[in-house]
């Protein structure tokens, strides 16, 4: 599948869970319908992925687990939360350089609108 198609799927995904779930459950509950509707859709998907962190010699595999990776390409992180923190921003621009990915998308499903949630990432 084409990058774009896919990422039309993860947005139309997102707001098919949204419409069926609303805002205030717990993000993995999110997390597992949104794969669920993903790989309904005829996408690969992969939750709770490893990011191993690289530092001159040394690897930490204990580094981070990004919540999705879609298509091997498209990193999507999830949350449910009320209020935006800008650095999840720099949480998922760090997982797409680690994974080099050149898109990504922030999901916060906790809001009353899921477009306002939904926010695309290119590097």
């Known amino acids: 599948m084409h990058c774009e198609e896919v990422a039309r799927i993860i947005v ?4 098919k869970v949204h419409r069926a ?3 205030g459950l717990l993000e993995k509950i999110y997390e597992s319908c949104l794969c669920y509707e993903l790989q309904n859709a005829g996408c690969k998907v992969e939750r709770q992925v490893s990011v191993p962190i690289r530092y001159c010699d040394l690897t930490f595999e204990e580094g981070y687990r990004l919540d999705l990776l879609v298509q091997e390409s498209i990193v999507c992180e999830i949350k449910a939360v009320e209020k935006h923190n800008a650095v ?3 949480q998922l621009l760090s997982y797409m350089k680690l994974k080099g990915c050149r898109l990504g998308f922030l999901i916060n499903f906790n809001v009353p609108v899921i477009k306002n949630g939904i926010k695309r990432m290119i590097l």
Do not use: F, Q, V
């Not at 139309?12 to 707001?15: H, K, R, T």
């Open 21 to 23: 779930l609303g805002p």
């Open 12 to 15: 139309d995904s997102s707001l």
């Open 88 to 90: 999840w921003e720099a």
